[in-house]
């Protein structure tokens, strides 16, 4: 009995083959007729015209180099309708992140001293053949303020008209931008504008289309941003945009970049020695209105640096004098590496960032100990390069590795504002998801950045500059960074440190989805030419739903880390279901299609094999329609389920109950025997009896009748 | 606590003496009463104990035995009886002296309906159990094969999974 049970359930319970037949001819149909779409679509398209959103149209034929960026390119657009105002078109590198938060709050938007953000919309540019970010500026009539690197000075030695022309309106911007909690981290001369034709308004251009200060000269950062990669600046706070402020003013002023030729070690060097004043201006003669704003901009300690208040006063006429910087401390003693002679911690921090190899040696080395006895008599020092020793020794086997946290270490501890360092990475912590996206979208390894987020260089950059709520916020990520689940991982460090990085998925890269929406569009794209025996969710999309609508789905991504086939793939289903019947679109015959080979398993849910062969006779004709939602209902119907899981829970007991009964017939043979017997004998003792009283009554009766 | 568990042993003893007491008292009291129903029904205990001889053989045989069914003694005493009965009928409405009793009992109708009834009891107690045992074997088996079929169909509408509450009972034993 059991055997023939086993074959019937062998044949009904392997939907997946059942289901691959039945679209495999469906499937090549609809194949057929989207190739014979595209074809037409490719056919009949114009390169000309690229509409954004329904409202602007860009036209890739019209560039306008004159207000391309660095790693976006400037087109000729127009609004659809003509009512809005001249506008011109940003399109994006897809290759680099955005910063996506300065989309979200500005969008629309028009702020004093910012060139207004019309519109930012994903769109497919025929250039690349794939989709980017294409931003709408208003278009600047004006131009450009300095174009290239040398441009006739700004300023004449008479101008008194600075302070309101040229610092009040980026004074402007930077307080709109502070009040919403972003930062421009792009000011140059070259990103200043005339908005109007005049050239009376002056305003601060687009920082949206590549990472903060990715794009900046690397005499317009502050010592510390210099000496990270581009990628590894970070948002940075308002007072690195008033540095750049500065450094922007005394170029403007003399027209050209006054540390022009020097590499950016000799004027990280010459910043630190002489103080970015000094070395920004050298022996130029400025404008002497300038000087005192200049000084109070360039300072390089950020605590001393004028903020926006200062330089309100400063542009109101209330004149104050700046603050010194704080005197580094040199020692009577000078140290010698690499063929240099360091009396100071941060130039010799610098030194030991520029030659690692050999800096760790150096570090352990009876000379550096001297130096800091000796020369700073400063044990504290020493004692905290002591415990980075033993520390990389608990943190790290490896004798390398050992000594690249000792060498980060001991930066940090003699230059408390170096940045993250190792070897050659060199970041800011709030560029950690810039740094992360960046190596993603250059498939790039990844390993490094996660080793130095797992083993405590940020942690210990965070301890330093004693920030405890940054450093709880990391153990969060390190805790997801371990974790191998979908929708987990260090994918999902990427998307919840960077925003504006689009979605990795090898799946829909092509795509540039950098929201929710995008995704399934994206991936009923990508149902044309992936293989479909693949999951349509990988690790990527996962991480980046769960960043970006964690609130309507992520317990149904959750779900898709279940063992248990069923369950894992209704939370699939579940989660497309949701993000089509919010955002659409109606119809999804490919990624339904795809869906198919994969949510069988969910018809297992069911116990009843009637209601499953029902089941699979129903999905594929659901499956057709392009509707998860439909198809989520049908097979997650929880009426049905709770009927079934209610039958099913009383079949088990009447079959347990069945089985007991039938084991104790047979197994208890001869008890039962003995019992048949022993009724057997009462039978027969009854029997006895009943004819003994049968005769006394006829006896009776008898003799009662006579 | 040694206080307390001689106190439980004694109680113990006292308690499994007492029955047998009761018992050696109740047998007395009997054996008290059945003295003068002997004396006023001395023809009918005689008759009876004459012509119940093959039911106190089967008693006797069936206590001595190992068989834990007590029952063929009822069965051969049952039939026994039956076939004593019109014969005590008789001596009751007859003289119902010692004399009577003896030419009642003695009379070879007597004595061959007496313990051919007894015979007949003995013959019941014999095929009856073994008949007795076919029909609720066969009546058994039929209610496995039902049960197994009820099985099948359920395994048939829900697949393997049915059986799995019933597997885990059976391993927890």
């Given at each position: 009995m059991e055997e023939t049970s086993v074959n019937a359930s062998d044949e009904t319970l392997d939907p997946i083959k059942q289901f691959r037949n039945a679209f495999a001819e469906e499937d090549k149909k609809e194949e057929a007729q989207e190739t014979v779409k595209e074809t037409v679509v490719l056919k009949t398209s114009k390169k000309s015209v690229v509409q954004i959103g329904g409202e602007f149209y860009v036209y890739p034929d019209s560039p306008i180099p004159a207000l391309d960026m660095q790693n976006a390119k400037a087109f000729k657009a127009e609004a659809i309708d003509k009512s809005q105002s001249k506008v011109y078109a940003l399109v994006c590198n897809p290759d680099l992140p955005i910063r996506n938060d300065h989309i979200t709050k500005r969008k629309g938007l028009k702020l004093a001293g910012l060139l207004r953000l019309v519109d930012a919309e994903v769109a497919m540019w025929p250039d690349f053949n794939r989709k980017t970010m294409i931003l709408i500026y208003d278009y600047p009539e004006g131009g450009r303020v300095g174009t290239g690197m040398r441009f006739t000075p700004k300023f004449t030695k008479d101008e008194v008209n600075i302070g309101p022309k040229w610092v009040s309106p980026i004074l402007s911007a930077l307080s709109e931008l502070s009040e919403r909690?972003?930062?421009?981290?792009?000011?140059?001369p070259d990103n200043l504008y005339y908005l109007d034709e005049e050239k009376t308004q002056v305003v601060l251009g687009d920082c949206i289309s590549a990472p903060p200060a990715f794009e900046q000269n690397d005499s317009l950062e502050p010592i510390p941003s210099m000496m990270c990669n581009p990628i590894g600046r970070g948002d940075g706070s308002i007072a690195d945009d008033l540095y750049s402020l500065g450094g922007t003013l005394v170029w403007l002023a003399v027209g050209y970049n006054s540390t022009e030729g020097m590499t950016n070690d000799e004027l990280i060097e010459l910043k630190l020695s002489k103080g970015s004043y000094a070395a920004l201006l050298g022996h130029e003669r400025i404008v002497l209105a300038l000087t005192e704003l200049l000084r109070g901009l360039l300072l390089d300690d950020e605590n001393l640096r004028w903020n926006t208040i200062q330089v309100q006063q400063w542009i109101d006429g209330r004149r104050a004098t700046p603050l010194q910087n704080r005197i580094t401390k040199t020692s009577s003693r000078s140290i010698q590496y690499c063929g240099a002679e360091y009396d100071n911690y941060p130039l010799f921090a610098y030194a030991l960032m520029k030659n690692w190899d050999s800096a760790a040696e150096t570090i352990r080395s009876e000379r550096f100990e001297t130096w800091i006895l000796r020369g700073f008599e400063d044990k504290p020092m020493l004692a905290a390069i002591n415990a980075a020793k033993e520390l990389a020794i608990i943190q790290f086997s490896n004798r390398e590795k050992q000594n690249d946290y000792l060498v980060f270490r001991t930066i940090l501890n003699l230059y408390e504002h170096a940045p993250i360092v190792m070897r050659g990475y060199r970041f800011m912590p709030s560029a950690i998801g810039y740094m992360l996206a960046y190596s993603y979208m250059h498939n790039e390894d990844v390993t490094t950045i996660t080793m130095m987020i797992l083993k405590g260089y940020l942690e210990a950059w965070y301890q330093v500059h004693q920030n405890l709520q940054a450093i709880q916020a990391l153990k969060t990520v390190s805790n997801n960074i371990q974790r191998q689940e979908l929708g987990l991982g260090i994918e999902r460090v990427l998307y919840e440190l960077c925003d504006g990085v689009p979605c990795q998925s090898p799946l829909i890269k092509?795509?540039?989805?950098?929201?929710?929406?995008?995704i399934l569009p994206a991936i009923e794209n990508a149902s044309k030419t992936v293989d479909t025996s693949q999951l349509p969710l990988d690790r990527h999309i996962a991480a980046f739903l769960m960043i970006h609508y964690s609130s309507k789905i992520g317990e149904a991504i959750s779900d898709t880390n279940s063992s248990h086939p069923g369950i894992a793939a209704r939370g699939l289903l579940r989660a497309y279901a949701t993000l089509q019947a919010v955002f659409g679109p109606e119809k999804l015959n490919g990624l339904s299609s795809w869906m198919g080979n994969h949510i069988a398993e969910m018809i297992k849910n069911y116990h009843n094999l009637e209601t499953r062969m029902n089941l699979e006779k129903t999905l594929p004709k659901l499956i057709r329609k392009g509707s998860l939602v439909e198809v989520y209902q049908t097979l997650d119907n929880p009426e049905a389920k709770q009927k079934d899981q209610q039958d099913f829970l009383n079949a088990q007991k009447e079959f347990a109950g069945m089985a007991k009964e039938v084991e104790e017939l047979e197994t208890n043979r001869s008890k039962r025997i003995d019992q048949c017997i022993r009724l057997g004998y009462e039978v027969s003792a009854i029997v006895s009896v009943g004819i003994a009283l049968l005769v006394m009554f006829l006896l009776l009766l008898g003799r009662v009748m006579k | 606590m040694a206080e307390e568990n001689n106190n439980t042993q004694a109680t113990k003893e006292v308690s499994s003496k007492a029955p047998k007491k009761r018992g050696v008292f109740s047998n007395f009291a009997l054996l008290l009463c059945l003295i003068p129903v002997f004396l006023v029904l001395k023809t009918t205990v005689l008759f009876l104990s004459m012509a119940m001889i093959p039911t106190l053989i089967s008693l006797v045989f069936e206590n001595q035995g190992k068989n834990s069914y007590k029952f063929k003694w009822l069965s051969v005493g049952g039939m026994n009886f039956a076939g004593s009965l019109p014969f005590l009928f008789e001596l009751w409405f007859s003289a119902n002296t010692l004399e009577s009793v003896v030419e009642i009992f003695f009379s070879p109708v007597a004595i061959f309906v007496i313990f051919g009834a007894a015979g007949v009891g003995f013959m019941f107690s014999r095929f009856i159990p073994p008949i007795v045992l076919s029909i609720l074997s066969t009546k058994d088996q039929r209610y496995v094969a039902h049960l197994k079929e009820k099985q099948r169909q359920l395994f048939e509408l829900w697949g393997e999974e049915v059986s799995q509450l019933a597997n885990q009972q059976k391993t927890s034993g």
């Amino acid at each position: 009995m059991e055997e023939t049970s086993v074959n019937a359930s062998d044949e009904t319970l392997d939907p997946i083959k059942q289901f691959r037949n039945a679209f495999a001819e469906e499937d090549k149909k609809e194949e057929a007729q989207e190739t014979v779409k595209e074809t037409v679509v490719l056919k009949t398209s114009k390169k000309s015209v690229v509409q954004i959103g329904g409202e602007f149209y860009v036209y890739p034929d019209s560039p306008i180099p004159a207000l391309d960026m660095q790693n976006a390119k400037a087109f000729k657009a127009e609004a659809i309708d003509k009512s809005q105002s001249k506008v011109y078109a940003l399109v994006c590198n897809p290759d680099l992140p955005i910063r996506n938060d300065h989309i979200t709050k500005r969008k629309g938007l028009k702020l004093a001293g910012l060139l207004r953000l019309v519109d930012a919309e994903v769109a497919m540019w025929p250039d690349f053949n794939r989709k980017t970010m294409i931003l709408i500026y208003d278009y600047p009539e004006g131009g450009r303020v300095g174009t290239g690197m040398r441009f006739t000075p700004k300023f004449t030695k008479d101008e008194v008209n600075i302070g309101p022309k040229w610092v009040s309106p980026i004074l402007s911007a930077l307080s709109e931008l502070s009040e919403r909690g972003l930062t421009h981290r792009a000011i140059r001369p070259d990103n200043l504008y005339y908005l109007d034709e005049e050239k009376t308004q002056v305003v601060l251009g687009d920082c949206i289309s590549a990472p903060p200060a990715f794009e900046q000269n690397d005499s317009l950062e502050p010592i510390p941003s210099m000496m990270c990669n581009p990628i590894g600046r970070g948002d940075g706070s308002i007072a690195d945009d008033l540095y750049s402020l500065g450094g922007t003013l005394v170029w403007l002023a003399v027209g050209y970049n006054s540390t022009e030729g020097m590499t950016n070690d000799e004027l990280i060097e010459l910043k630190l020695s002489k103080g970015s004043y000094a070395a920004l201006l050298g022996h130029e003669r400025i404008v002497l209105a300038l000087t005192e704003l200049l000084r109070g901009l360039l300072l390089d300690d950020e605590n001393l640096r004028w903020n926006t208040i200062q330089v309100q006063q400063w542009i109101d006429g209330r004149r104050a004098t700046p603050l010194q910087n704080r005197i580094t401390k040199t020692s009577s003693r000078s140290i010698q590496y690499c063929g240099a002679e360091y009396d100071n911690y941060p130039l010799f921090a610098y030194a030991l960032m520029k030659n690692w190899d050999s800096a760790a040696e150096t570090i352990r080395s009876e000379r550096f100990e001297t130096w800091i006895l000796r020369g700073f008599e400063d044990k504290p020092m020493l004692a905290a390069i002591n415990a980075a020793k033993e520390l990389a020794i608990i943190q790290f086997s490896n004798r390398e590795k050992q000594n690249d946290y000792l060498v980060f270490r001991t930066i940090l501890n003699l230059y408390e504002h170096a940045p993250i360092v190792m070897r050659g990475y060199r970041f800011m912590p709030s560029a950690i998801g810039y740094m992360l996206a960046y190596s993603y979208m250059h498939n790039e390894d990844v390993t490094t950045i996660t080793m130095m987020i797992l083993k405590g260089y940020l942690e210990a950059w965070y301890q330093v500059h004693q920030n405890l709520q940054a450093i709880q916020a990391l153990k969060t990520v390190s805790n997801n960074i371990q974790r191998q689940e979908l929708g987990l991982g260090i994918e999902r460090v990427l998307y919840e440190l960077c925003d504006g990085v689009p979605c990795q998925s090898p799946l829909i890269k092509k795509e540039y989805c950098v929201s929710e929406r995008d995704i399934l569009p994206a991936i009923e794209n990508a149902s044309k030419t992936v293989d479909t025996s693949q999951l349509p969710l990988d690790r990527h999309i996962a991480a980046f739903l769960m960043i970006h609508y964690s609130s309507k789905i992520g317990e149904a991504i959750s779900d898709t880390n279940s063992s248990h086939p069923g369950i894992a793939a209704r939370g699939l289903l579940r989660a497309y279901a949701t993000l089509q019947a919010v955002f659409g679109p109606e119809k999804l015959n490919g990624l339904s299609s795809w869906m198919g080979n994969h949510i069988a398993e969910m018809i297992k849910n069911y116990h009843n094999l009637e209601t499953r062969m029902n089941l699979e006779k129903t999905l594929p004709k659901l499956i057709r329609k392009g509707s998860l939602v439909e198809v989520y209902q049908t097979l997650d119907n929880p009426e049905a389920k709770q009927k079934d899981q209610q039958d099913f829970l009383n079949a088990q007991k009447e079959f347990a109950g069945m089985a007991k009964e039938v084991e104790e017939l047979e197994t208890n043979r001869s008890k039962r025997i003995d019992q048949c017997i022993r009724l057997g004998y009462e039978v027969s003792a009854i029997v006895s009896v009943g004819i003994a009283l049968l005769v006394m009554f006829l006896l009776l009766l008898g003799r009662v009748m006579k | 606590m040694a206080e307390e568990n001689n106190n439980t042993q004694a109680t113990k003893e006292v308690s499994s003496k007492a029955p047998k007491k009761r018992g050696v008292f109740s047998n007395f009291a009997l054996l008290l009463c059945l003295i003068p129903v002997f004396l006023v029904l001395k023809t009918t205990v005689l008759f009876l104990s004459m012509a119940m001889i093959p039911t106190l053989i089967s008693l006797v045989f069936e206590n001595q035995g190992k068989n834990s069914y007590k029952f063929k003694w009822l069965s051969v005493g049952g039939m026994n009886f039956a076939g004593s009965l019109p014969f005590l009928f008789e001596l009751w409405f007859s003289a119902n002296t010692l004399e009577s009793v003896v030419e009642i009992f003695f009379s070879p109708v007597a004595i061959f309906v007496i313990f051919g009834a007894a015979g007949v009891g003995f013959m019941f107690s014999r095929f009856i159990p073994p008949i007795v045992l076919s029909i609720l074997s066969t009546k058994d088996q039929r209610y496995v094969a039902h049960l197994k079929e009820k099985q099948r169909q359920l395994f048939e509408l829900w697949g393997e999974e049915v059986s799995q509450l019933a597997n885990q009972q059976k391993t927890s034993g």
